[in-house]
């Protein structure tokens, strides 16, 4: 009887060594499987941003600027007037004594404060991220009298304001020249 019990007991020892071995290379095969899911999640992660890093992902650029710069050539001579632009360094003063971009800071959207400002890439911290700014000072009393534009993007869709305020102040919306906004999106979305 003891042969037996001696006999059964290294016979389960045997069966529950074995078991353990199974498992052990159940586990290491799960580990490897594991690992090398991560390795190539890892990759893919790696080349989703390095090809997103050589995508420029600015809404605006020095090309769209310079095709913007010369629709308005053409186009402000159709309106009998002449626009200045900002370019970027120099302020740009307008009849009313304000000055851009710094004038941005005082300038109302429709009547609400603090909802737009310079972003020459059209994002920015703003309701109205401007990427650039036109100005026609009107020579026709009452002086002092000026058209500005602010070609903006406003939750990345491109939008043009207008503000001829001369006293008070500054207060801009979007403008009805559908030529001047179907032009800039047209730009824009290039």
Known sequence: MKKLIGV??????????????????????????????????????NNTS?????HDSSLWNNQKNEQLASFMQKWGPT????????????????STG????????????????????????????????VVAIYNHDGTE???PNRITYFFAFHNGKPV??????????????PTTNTDLESNFERIANQ
């Open 160 to 173: 043009v304001l207008v503000d001829q305020s001369n006293n008070g102040d500054p207060d801009c919306h």
């Open 79 to 94: 309106m009998h007037q002449s626009y200045e632009q900002y370019d970027g360094q120099n302020e740009l003063k307008v």
């Open 141 to 143: 009393p009452p002086l």
């Open 8 to 45: 059964l007991a290294i016979a389960g020892l045997s069966v529950a060594l074995a078991g353990c071995g199974n498992q052990n290379t159940q586990s290491s095969s799960n580990t490897t499987k594991t690992n090398s899911e991560a390795s190539s999640n890892q990759n893919t992660a």
């Open 50 to 54: 390095s090809s997103e890093s050589h």
């Open 98 to 129: 304000i000055t851009y971009p710094d004038g941005l800071s005082k300038e109302l959207v429709e009547g609400q404060s603090g909802l737009i400002g310079w972003a020459p890439s059209g994002k920015g911290d703003y309701e109205y991220n």
